[in-house]
């Protein structure tokens, strides 16, 4: 047996295809001090037993570059290493039966393109005749990919190895990892079976035992296995060979051709969760009892597709286990609990075509110290804690693997494993016809459904059966008065002697304030990135309290927990869960709030921007005096316990101003009239405050400077390549959501980083980046420009501003 190094740079958990990418892409960068340690053999995991569908198209710009890759570097790794992969650029082919199928699939090759990705729009008889055994009864259309590919997982992952070990990397198999050591919040290394191995970086590749390795350290992988099936028949006479795969993801169904025979697999509806009780501890190249009744409905609609299955015999029937997270995305990046630990894990059924692109961002990651460009989709940190929640992760995986190749509607919501986090309002806003929506497990009332009507989505492409009743709070919300419900946000206290020194290094506005001002601030990185974007409330000399989004609550307390320097007098609460909020927003706040206070109101005594503790109801709030939809509004941040009286109290006096309820479909298109920027879609760690439009919020010269400053003042120097600018339809039917190219003149510039119908404006409104090849842009450069928005491969003309097309000078908020 190969004797284990005392210590390596990074230990790499886990010798599936991720495992062995991470090695080999850790080479490529030079970083040859690297470790791979495999319990059994390289792939007895889930790798050996892949399908080998190599597919470009997801569902956001950024996966779709990742997949990219990885077709890119199989292509070339047998020439490379030497070690046959069996990858074939066979194209594929994906059907659609239905017209928002259709759509779908255009709407992603219009995304495409926009990246130099092939792809060509087939009729139902061009599909029949590049796939002859197909039956084209029912199909409206089909999209072509000619670069999408096939390959062997056990091959290209031996490849990887191969190249990996070329580089120095180190690949000992039949070693277990049983611990991870840690010292002072920081990985110092792992133990085996074997002896201990010192590590300055571990990254957990242990597939759908990544859940337990992570729980070893506390650290949060939310994963859980199912069963997935696949059929490989006997040969089949006239199966033309190469064939391009098939997907039709309207009967759940994926084809390939190998050797003359075809593997059909499966990602039906309700799929059959595995292993809750823990992966059995031998189990390796193993495979799970076959279920001819489970896959019998899946088989039927198959056969109509490709009816040569219907006489074909079955040589195979293969059941085995792979891994899938709550939102049906891979888990990517360092965690959040644990310096220095990282995880590539949860690949969804999509990890050989995810295995190069996730291996080589995350070997730059580590090497870097931070991701190589946006990676929010996959990273770890959106993850909430309770999500490694058993329970949660069986009842969610039921439904996660049919949703692979289910319509992925706009807005779309899980239906499995719901009403798990709830605010302290939300039976009171059910009553009211809230339809719940959910983000990280937290069920946020996304609009309300009128009297009479269900509080259910009918989903498509087009206006949805909520558009007309969120038109009527966004409405209420510019005209009277709305009331959400943001109990969701994070919250967060920084308190102690250091605290404000801590922030004030954080934050890129000043937040050396008086007491009970709101700050509007961005978190940068020290390339100017936006870490993340948020208000600071000054509590106290030695206090803040701190407001982000549900999304990034584990991100952004991360960063700042991390940002408190050794030694320094300053602790981190997260009190998320210690208060509800309701925003109260529109003209008729104020009045609606006076009859509920005797605190005086008055923009003289209560500006924008500021804080107070007041009383509202029987209970102690505060209340800020901000607002994310551009009305006159107040947040009311109250402790949970009296958060139904206060509610109470508010809609019993609202009648008398027109209070309306109000959900986040409405907030989220009061917010994109106003351009206010939503972290995750318009801002991320790859944007500055100056590309965004964001400049406001920079405190140039405060004493100390701040994180970020350096890089802002190149780039303030070097002058803009890329800017945000706000983007409305000249077509009053059509909707944007995002990720749709943007031309100007004929040429591509950019993409839809987010969208939504705007009601007071009238048309679909969308915000996005511009560039013009590297080139400094003026504002007379865009506002010169003649603008489309492409839709499903048809572009639409469009008005592009770098104000907001709704109250440009801010008359209504300070008012
Ligand atoms: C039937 C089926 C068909 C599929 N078809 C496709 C397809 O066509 N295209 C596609 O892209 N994807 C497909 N997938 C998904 C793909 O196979 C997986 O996403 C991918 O193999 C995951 O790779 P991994 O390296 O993360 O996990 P694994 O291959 O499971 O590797 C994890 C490794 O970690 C090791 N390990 C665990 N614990 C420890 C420890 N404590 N110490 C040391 N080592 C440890 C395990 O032994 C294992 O080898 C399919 C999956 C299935 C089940």
Redesign the pocket.
């Known amino acids: 047996m190969e004797s284990l190094p005392a210590h390596a740079r990074v230990v790499i958990?886990?010798?599936?295809?991720?495992?062995?990418?991470v090695a080999y892409h850790l080479a490529k960068r030079g970083c040859s001090d690297v470790l791979l340690?495999?319990?059994?053999?390289?792939?007895?995991?889930?790798?050996?037993?892949?399908?080998?569908?190599?597919?470009q198209l997801r569902a956001t710009h950024n996966l779709t570059r990742l997949a990219q890759y990885t077709t890119q570097l199989y292509a070339g790794l047998e020439r490379e290493t030497g070690q046959a992969t069996g990858f074939r650029q066979v194209g594929s082919i994906a059907v659609a039966a239905s017209e928002p199928r259709l759509e779908e699939l255009k709407r992603g090759a219009s995304m495409a393109r926009s990246f130099g990705l092939e792809v060509e729009l087939l009729s139902p008889g061009e599909a029949g005749e590049r796939w002859p055994l197909l039956s084209t009864a029912g199909l409206v259309g089909a999209v072509y990919l000619p670069k999408d590919g096939?390959?062997n997982?056990v091959d290209t992952?031996q490849a990887l190895a191969r190249g990996a070990r070329h580089g120095g990397v180190r690949i000992i198999e039949n070693?277990?990892?049983?611990a991870i050591r840690s010292a002072h919040g920081r990985v110092t290394g792992v133990a085996?079976e074997q002896g201990e191995v010192g590590a300055d970086a571990i990254v957990n590749?242990?597939?759908?035992?990544?859940r337990?390795?992570g729980a070893w350290a506390e650290v949060n992988v939310p994963l859980h296995a199912a069963?997935?099936?696949?059929i490989v028949t006997e040969p089949i006479t006239g199966l033309a060979s190469p064939l391009p795969i098939l997907r039709d993801a309207d009967a759940g169904a994926?084809f390939?051709e190998d050797t003359g025979k075809l593997l059909v697999?499966w990602f039906e509806p309700h799929a059959k969760p595995w292993g809750e009780a823990g992966?059995p501890e031998n189990?390796?190249f193993d495979q799970l009892p076959a279920d001819l009744a489970h896959i019998e409905p899946m088989f039927a609609q198959a056969m109509r597709r490709v009816p040569v299955l219907a006489s074909a015999g079955v040589q195979v029937f293969?059941?085995?286990?792979?891994?899938f997270t709550p939102d049906d995305r891979?888990l990517l990046g360092e965690t959040p609990e644990l310096a220095g630990m990282y995880v590539?894990?949860?690949?969804?059924?999509?990890?050989?075509?995810?295995?190069g692109g996730a291996g080589k961002v995350l070997a730059d990651w580590i090497i870097d110290g931070h991701p190589p460009f946006d990676l929010w989709d996959v990273d770890i940190r959106r993850c909430a804690a309770f999500q490694r929640n058993k329970r949660y992760l069986r009842e969610r995986t039921e439904e996660t693997l049919g949703l692979l190749y289910a319509m992925h509607w706009p807005f779309r919501q899980p239906q499995s494993a719901r009403g798990v986090r709830k605010s302290a309002l939300h039976d009171r806003l059910a009553a009211a016809g809230a339809c719940f929506g959910e983000v990280a497990g937290y069920e946020r009332a996304n609009w309300f459904a009128p009297p009479g009507s269900e509080p259910r989505y009918e989903y498509s492409y087009g206006r949805q059966n909520w558009f007309a009743a969120s038109a009527a709070e966004h409405q209420a919300v510019r005209e009277r008065v709305g009331l959400f419900d943001q109990s969701s946000f994070g919250k967060f206290v920084l308190k102690g002697g250091d605290a404000a020194a801590v922030l004030a290094r954080i934050c890129a506005n000043d937040v050396e304030v008086p007491l009970g001002r709101v700050v509007y601030t961005q978190w940068l990185n020290e390339r100017g990135g936006i870490e993340a974007d948020l208000t600071v409330t000054r509590e106290a000399a030695d206090a803040y309290f701190i407001v982000t989004s549900c999304a990034t609550q584990t991100r952004d307390f991360s960063w700042l927990t991390r940002s408190i320097p050794g030694g320094s007098h300053a602790v981190a609460l997260d009190v998320s869960s210690a208060y509800a909020v309701l925003g109260l927003m529109g003209p008729r706040s104020r009045e609606l709030l006076a009859t509920l206070t005797d605190a005086d109101l008055s923009t003289a005594a209560f500006p924008f921007a500021t804080s107070r503790i007041i009383d509202v109801g029987y209970a102690r709030v505060r209340v800020s005096r901000i607002t994310y939809v551009g009305e006159l509004g107040y947040e009311l941040y109250i402790p949970t316990e009296f958060a139904q009286s206060v509610y109470d109290a508010i809609v019993s006096a609202g009648g008398a101003f027109g209070l309306r309820l109000a959900g986040y479909h409405a907030m989220n298109s009061l917010r994109m009239e106003k351009a206010y920027r939503h972290w995750g879609h318009d801002v991320s760690d790859e944007d500055t405050p100056l590309e965004a439009g964001l400049g406001f919020a920079i405190a140039w010269e405060k004493p100390g400077g701040f994180l970020g400053r350096e890089a802002l003042l190149r780039q303030r120097e070097g002058g803009l390549a890329r800017r945000l600018v706000a983007v409305a339809l000249e077509h009053p039917d059509r909707l944007l959501y995002h990720n749709e190219p943007l031309w100007r003149n004929g040429r591509l510039v950019g993409r839809i980083s987010s969208g939504m119908f705007g009601h007071t404006v009238g048309t679909a409104l969308g915000l996005g980046y511009v560039s013009d090849g590297g080139a400094a842009l003026s504002d007379e450069w865009i506002a010169a420009g003649r603008y489309e928005v492409e839709l499903a491969t048809e572009r639409i003309p469009a008005r592009v501003s770098l104000q907001p097309f709704y109250d440009p000078a801010r008359e209504r908020v300070k008012c």
Request: hydrophobic share 40%; net charge positive; glycine share 16%.
């Open positions: 958990i886990g010798g599936g295809i991720v495992g062995c990418s340690l495999e319990r059994r053999r390289l792939t007895c995991g889930t790798t050996w037993h892949a399908a080998g569908l190599v597919g096939q390959t997982p992952t070693v277990k990892v049983t085996t590749c242990a597939g759908m035992w990544a337990e390795v069963e997935h099936f696949y994926y390939k697999g992966i189990f390796a293969f059941n085995g286990p792979e891994s891979y590539a894990a949860g690949f969804n059924s999509i990890g050989i075509q995810s295995a």
